[in-house]
C-alpha cells in the first residue's frame, strides 16, 4: 500500500530536516566551540594524569589523597578558576568482612548470570573481575609502600570550581569524576583520566578570553569507590540550596540551579571483548568509542537521554578521532545520585555493565592500572571523550571568545 505509507515517511522525514536546518544556520562564522576544542592537547592531558599519579592510588581516608585533594586544588588555582570551594562531610570506614566470607578476586568463579549492573545484559565471552586488596601483588616496592597507609574513618574533603555564567549565574552543568581510587596501583584510569577530563575543561573554560552564559562546575569527587558517598553528601547536603541568591541581592548563587550532571570514570581503555582464554588485545581497538550512558530507570530519563545525543552530537562534529555511543544503563558512578533530580550522564572506555563489568578491562582496580600500562592510541580516547564534553557543554552553556 505505497499510497499510505509514503505520506508517513515524509511527515518522519520533515522534523528533522527542519532541525537540521536550524542547527545550520546557528553555526557562527567563526565556531567557538572548535576554536576551543583545539585547546585540549594530548601531552597536557597526559601530563595532569601523570601528576595524579604521584599520589599513588588516593584511596579515601589517607594522608596520600589530601594531599592529592591539595594538588587538585593548586591546579584549578593556576587555571585562574573562580570561587575555588572545599566540600566537607565524614565517612565512617565499614569494619572489615571475616575472613572467607568474600573471597580474593583471583579465586572467585564467573558469575553465572546473564544480567549485568545497571539493568545491562551480557553477552558473548567474559572474565573475572574484582578488587585487588593484595598489597604484594604491587611488585614495584616504592609503589606499594606509598599506598600502604590504611583508610580511617572521619572528615574528607573534596573539591570543585565554578566558572560564574555571565547572564544566567543562578543554572549550572556539573562536569565531575572521582579522584580517589583503589587497587595498589596509581588509580591512572580509574579515574586520573576522568578527573584529567574535568581539570582540563576547567582549565580552558576559565581562560580569561572565554566566556559562558550559563555557570559550569567542576567537581573532583571523593570516596567514590566505597559507594560514590562524596557525590551523595554532596546531593544531601547542597540540593536544597540550588538557584538561591546569598547574600541577597548580590547576584551570587553559590549552588546555581543544576541544569546536567556529567561524570567521566575510566576513560582511555577499549580494547575490546576478552579472548576465549581470557587475555585481551595488548593494542587499542581500531573501532574503539566513548561510551555515553543515561540511565533509563531514572526520574529524568527522558532529559538525560537527550542530553546524552546531545554530547553524541557534539562528538560527530567535534571529535578528532573516536565516535561515541549511546546506552540506557549508567550504573556505579557519581552521576548516579543526581539522576532522580536532574538530567544525569556518564561518559566511559566501555559500557559499565555489560562490557567492563564482564571483564573488558583488566587493569580495573588492579596493581596494573599505572601510567606506563598505556599508550598514547589509549590516552587518545580519554582526549576524545575531553573533546566531546567541552564541546557539548561550550554549546550548552553559551561558550564564546572574546
Ligand atoms: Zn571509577
Redesign the pocket.
Known amino acids: 500500500m505505497p499510497r499510505i505509507h509514503l505520506p508517513i515517511v515524509i511527515l518522519l522525514a520533515a522534523p528533522s530536516a527542519v532541525a537540521f536546518a536550524q542547527d545550520t544556520a546557528r553555526v557562527p562564522a567563526v565556531d567557538a566551540v572548535a576554536q576551543l576544542v583545539t585547546r585540549l592537547e594530548l601531552e597536557r592531558y597526559k601530563a595532569t594524569i601523570k601528576g595524579l599519579t604521584q599520589f599513588g592510588d588516593r584511596r579515601q581516608g589517607t594522608a596520600r589523597n589530601r594531599a592529592a585533594v591539595d594538588w587538585i586544588e593548586q591546579q584549578l588555582r593556576s587555571y585562574g578558576c573562580s570561587d575555588v570551594s572545599r566540600f566537607t562531610y565524614d565517612f565512617q570506614v565499614p569494619p572489615p568482612r571475616a575472613p572467607g566470607q568474600r573471597p580474593d578476586s583471583a579465586q572467585r568463579p564467573p558469575r553465572d548470570t546473564v544480567r549485568g549492573a545497571g539493568g545491562s545484559r551480557y553477552r558473548g565471552i567474559r572474565t573475572r573481575t574484582g578488587v585487588n586488596n593484595d598489597s604484594l601483588r604491587q611488585p614495584d616496592a616504592a609503589l606499594r609502600k606509598l599506598n600502604a597507609e590504611p583508610s580511617t574513618s572521619g572528615e574528607r574533603q573534596e573539591v570543585y570550581c565554578t566558572k560564574v555564567g555571565a547572564t544566567h549565574p543562578e543554572e549550572m552543568y556539573i562536569i565531575g569524576?572521582?579522584m580517589d581510587?583503589i587497587g595498589w596501583g596509581e588509580?591512572a584510569n580509574?579515574?586520573g583520566s576522568?578527573t584529567a577530563i574535568v581539570l582540563e575543561l576547567a582549565r580552558i573554560f576559565s581562560s580569561a578570553d572565554v566566556q559562558t552564559e550559563r555557570s559550569i562546575r567542576f567537581a573532583l569527587w571523593n570516596n567514590?569507590?566505597t559507594g560514590l558517598n562524596g557525590a551523595r553528601a554532596y546531593v544531601a547536603q547542597r540540593q536544597a540550596l540550588q538557584g538561591k541568591e546569598d547574600p541577597a541581592g548580590s547576584g551570587r548563587y553559590p549552588e546555581p540551579k543544576w541544569l546536567g550532571m556529567i561524570q567521566h570514570?575510566?576513560m582511555l581503555f577499549d580494547h575490546g571483548m576478552p579472548r576465549p582464554d581470557g587475555s585481551l588485545s595488548p593494542e587499542q581497538r581500531p573501532e574503539a568509542d566513548v561510551n555515553i550512558e543515561f540511565q533509563s530507570s531514572s526520574k529524568f530519563a527522558e532529559g538525560a537521554q537527550r542530553l546524552a545525543w546531545t554530547f553524541q552530537q557534539a562528538n560527530e562534529k567535534y571529535a578528532t578521532d573516536y565516535p561515541a555511543s549511546v546506552g540506557a544503563h549508567m550504573t556505579?558512578?557519581d552521576s548516579g545520585p543526581f539522576q532522580d533530580l536532574v538530567a544525569a550522564i556518564s561518559l566511559r572506555e566501555n559500557e559499565r555493565g555489560a562490557q567492563i563489568g564482564a571483564g573488558w578491562d583488566p587493569n580495573w582496580h588492579q596493581p596494573t592500572d599505572r601510567y606506563v600500562t598505556y599508550s598514547d592510541k589509549d590516552f587518545r580516547l580519554g582526549l576524545n571523550a575531553a573533546q566531546t564534553t567541552l564541546a557539548a557543554i561550550a554549546q550548552l552553556a553559551g561558550a564564546t571568545i572574546k
Request: proline residues 0%.
Open positions: 569524576a572521582h581510587g588509580a580509574d579515574d576522568g567514590e569507590e570514570d575510566m556505579n558512578t
